[in-house]
């Protein structure tokens, strides 16, 4: 029996992590569309639709996305629900919020519309419950090499893109919806995927927990989670330098992420070799971000946090000094990679070791604090970003934006203490 037991735990733990290397799969696919087809999107509505040029489509398409960012600054307050509903709940809720978004965009007929459908969908795969099941169901020591196998594989999603894209989308730009079409499809079997999930088992202590404490008794318990919580709340303090890193982590954000596609494609890249850069970039992403994760684990998630900064660094010098060189595509779509993958590394392997710092009973919230603060800098990025469209072109623009903050990061790198076990 015990040996039926443990068989039937394994092939779960297997279940569930297929599971969530789908689901952050499809998050990262449907999240990676609105940067790598904006070109498509922004020739339909704003060049063909409303006669503009591309630098003031551009410009107009970011006004447009300030009150939509705003609306999507609300997803972590929503994730500190899965305090109180459960993770697996908001996981389900998470998932049917993308097939919903995709759904708008893949039938819009005005940029108002799509924009709608891109704020209902980012507001979804911004929950990030699949995180929760990572910190509280996989073994301290081997998270950073999960992380790093869901991120890079994830991180796949994007070398999809690509090939839809060549598949679906004609000559005249027309066709991008049916990649939404795909969003709506994977999103229905991930559904039925999650209804087998099971409640975290720290989770489930929790709620068994609090029921104790509402019929009072035992004290101890009582007692203990009280203590627990005033521990939680002594936690911010002193940590004015965490909570300055994450906020310029997210200015850098726009930067690193914004506009990349757009910047390739209106350097006058033909269709075939930005095509060709969008395969390769996943790829090395792929593998930066695998490496981050299994080398945090084995050599201290500090050294390479900054290491992966660094990198990323390095990374956007290229990109930016590479766009327009045709016959470079594989060094741009190298750069490209290394520039996401570092950034990006570094930033989850960064979140993981706060949250896991936080009590069971508290851990939704305190990744939500996290978000707001790094989602901040992230909004006044993208305001930074808009200003300076008016006055420089894009590739100085995010050198401006990347490589001040990002060395300011790792200098905070050096002088804060990281818990990493």
Not at 89 to 109: D, E, N, P, Q, Y
Not at 330 to 344: R, S
Request: proline content about 2%; hydrophobic content about 50%.
């Amino acid at each position: 029996m015990t040996k039926q037991i443990k068989e039937c735990r394994n092939r779960y733990g297997v279940y569930l992590i297929i599971t969530l290397i789908s689901i952050q799969f499809y998050d990262a696919y449907s999240s990676e569309l609105y940067s790598r087809i904006q070109s498509l999107y922004i020739k339909e509505f704003l060049l063909d639709g409303k006669g503009m040029s591309a630098d003031k489509a551009i410009a107009y398409l970011s006004n447009l996305m300030i009150p939509c960012y705003l609306f999507i600054m609300l997803a972590p307050a929503c994730r500190s629900l899965a305090d109180k509903f459960g993770r697996k709940r908001m996981l389900m809720i998470s998932v049917l919020g993308i097939l919903m978004g995709s759904g708008i965009c893949a039938f819009s007929t005005s940029i108002y519309i799509f924009l709608i459908g891109n704020m209902i969908l980012n507001f979804s795969n911004s929950l990030d419950i699949h995180n929760f099941y990572i910190i509280e169901e996989i073994p301290k020591n081997q998270q950073g090499k999960m992380r790093g196998i869901t991120g890079g594989i994830a991180a796949l999603a994007a070398i999809s893109i690509p090939v839809l894209r060549s598949m679906f989308v004609n000559a005249g730009s027309q066709g991008w919806r049916k990649l939404y079409g795909a969003v709506i499809v994977v999103g229905i079997v991930l559904i039925v995927m999650a209804c087998f999930l099971l409640e975290t088992k720290e989770y489930e202590l929790k709620k068994e927990e609090q029921t104790y404490i509402k019929k009072g008794f035992p004290r101890d318990i009582k007692m203990q989670t009280k203590q627990l919580i005033n521990n939680h709340k002594q936690m911010w303090k002193g940590r004015k330098i965490h909570l300055l890193l994450l906020f310029l982590y997210g200015i850098a954000t726009a930067g690193v992420t914004f506009y990349n596609e757009p910047l390739l494609s209106f350097s006058g890249l033909p269709e075939n070799i930005l095509e060709k850069i969008l395969l390769v970039q996943p790829g090395v992403c792929c593998i930066v971000l695998m490496l981050g994760g299994r080398m945090a684990d084995r050599y201290g998630w500090k050294k390479v946090i900054t290491g992966m900064v660094v990198l990323s660094m390095i990374g956007c010098l290229g990109f930016v000094g590479l766009k327009d060189n045709m016959n470079w595509w594989i060094v741009i779509g190298v750069c490209y990679g290394v520039m996401l993958g570092g950034y990006w590394s570094a930033y989850h392997l960064l979140e993981f070791l706060f949250i896991r710092e936080a009590t069971i009973h508290r851990r939704g919230e305190y990744s939500a604090v996290i978000t707001y603060i790094n989602g901040i800098g992230n909004a006044i990025g993208i305001g930074l970003f808009t200003v300076l469209l008016q006055l420089l072109p894009l590739q100085a623009i995010k050198l401006i934006i990347v490589i001040p903050v990002l060395l300011i990061v790792v200098y905070l790198l050096s002088k804060i203490k990281l818990v990493e076990s």
